[in-house]
């Protein structure tokens, strides 16, 4: 663990860890903008490149400013190291490298963000990395597919779209009895509503360019997890290879984190109380959303996450042409796939996120064309209600 006073609640790490004033005594944290550091001396450069004494060398390795975003992560996640990365996907693929070699073998569940299939399935590929898919919610399909060369188990939860949930601490408890480790892409939660490490994962992944941002302004990513595996072997890749986080961008984020538990609840708040809304829409099929007791997933989600989150999905009844009409009638939601920010965003995962699959692999991933995703920000909810009410009225 960092030398912190790990006794303080989230809401006050958000806010206090990782910034060690200058003598300048600065009361916000500094951006350091330089990409190398200078030594006193000829001896302190070579004891710092031997690694016999810490301190800053080089910002691909790393910086004051990225450090301490790290370390308010890490102290968020309740994890021993974090390391900051250029994006979501990034952290993924350095975690992928630094803990993986040729010849071992992933299970992932289904629905994951379409960049990291692309990732397992075209580039880890082509270095012997083989990849097996299964159903998120179904432990018995993770265990069939794990073979004696299982090394990971990669897990999104809740997924995208259709917000189902994976049970964490059944996947860890298998993870652990087949000597794999359990990654779990913390994405959608954050550490505001969901602490992966403490129901057993190894390993987070962030795509700080969503909630830890919340506010749409850098790309970036993040991994937590223990001193060895990540402050050694995923940092090792990092420092090799470059995909870093820059200052400026660790900035964006450290002030994202100082009101990331504020603003988790009242991203929560206001997709339950679209969801229940939108529940009693009478062109409305079916709504998608871990917060209403008929989600099949409802009691694992009051067990596992401290409230549904930001993410609603919901079915229109007349397909894609409703759907289309609903997303063109409204006149504040923004139609765009990011999620996470405090303007509500509204898409198709049938023609955009998901527009790739084939009508197969959609139907099978229940990704219909009346399906909508909404992640919902933080203006009020009859606002929002009001701006989807427009289409839902008809043409
Ligand atoms: C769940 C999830 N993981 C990872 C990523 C990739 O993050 P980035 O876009 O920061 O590379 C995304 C991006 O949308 C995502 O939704």
Redesign the pocket.
């Known amino acids: 663990m960092n030398d912190y006073e790990h006794e303080w609640e989230l809401e006050t790490l958000g806010i206090r860890i990782g910034h060690r004033r200058t003598p300048e005594g600065e009361h916000s944290e500094p951006i350091f903008a330089t990409s190398s550091f200078v030594f006193h001396n000829a001896a302190e450069a070579a004891a710092r490149f031997a690694g016999d004494v810490e301190g800053n060398i080089y910002s691909r390795f790393t910086n004051p400013t990225v450090r301490a975003f790290e370390e308010r992560l890490a102290a968020m996640e309740g994890g021993e190291s974090c390391v900051a990365t250029a994006?979501?996907?990034?952290a993924?693929l350095a975690t992928c490298m630094g803990l993986l070699e040729q010849g071992d073998h992933i299970v992932s569940s289904r629905s994951?963000?379409g960049?990291?299939t692309m990732l397992f399935n075209k580039y880890l590929k082509r270095f012997g990395i083989d990849t097996d898919y299964a159903d998120l919610s179904n432990p018995a399909d993770w265990e069939r597919r794990i073979t004696p060369k299982t090394r990971m188990l990669f897990v999104?939860t809740p997924s995208?779209p259709l917000i189902e949930l994976g049970d964490i601490r059944a996947l860890a408890d298998l993870a652990h009895a087949k000597g794999c480790l359990l990654v779990v892409?913390n994405?959608?939660c954050t550490p505001a509503l969901q602490r992966p490490l403490e129901l057993g994962a190894d390993i987070v992944?962030h795509?700080?360019?969503?909630y830890l941002d919340g506010q749409g302004r850098a790309?970036?990513?993040a991994v937590v997890g223990d001193r060895k595996r990540v402050g050694e072997d995923v940092f090792g890749v990092l420092r090799t290879a470059g995909p870093t986080m820059s200052p400026f961008s660790a900035w964006i984020f450290l002030k994202g984190l100082e009101t990331l538990s504020l603003r988790m609840q009242a991203h929560s708040d206001n997709a339950r109380r679209l969801a229940e809304w939108l529940v009693g829409q009478p062109d409305v099929v079916r709504v998608h959303y871990p917060g209403l007791i008929d989600h099949p997933q409802h009691l694992l989600c009051e067990m596992q996450q401290k409230s549904p989150g930001g993410i609603v999905s919901f079915e229109v009844a007349r397909g894609r042409e409703q759907a289309w009409q609903v997303i063109d009638a409204t006149r504040m939601l923004s139609i765009t796939a990011?999620?996470g920010d405090a303007k509500s965003t509204i898409t198709h995962p049938a023609t955009t996120t998901h527009g790739r699959l084939s009508v197969e692999e959609r139907e099978a991933a229940g990704i219909s064309e009346g399906l909508l995703r909404v992640a919902v920000g933080l203006e009020a909810i009859a606002d929002i209600r009001h701006d989807l009410g427009r289409g839902l009225q008809g043409p």
Do not use: H, P, Q, R
Request: aromatic letters at 8%.
């Open positions: 994006s979501g996907m990034s993924i994951i963000f960049s990291t999104e995208n892409d994405c959608f992944i795509s700080a360019t969503k790309v970036g990513g990011n999620l």
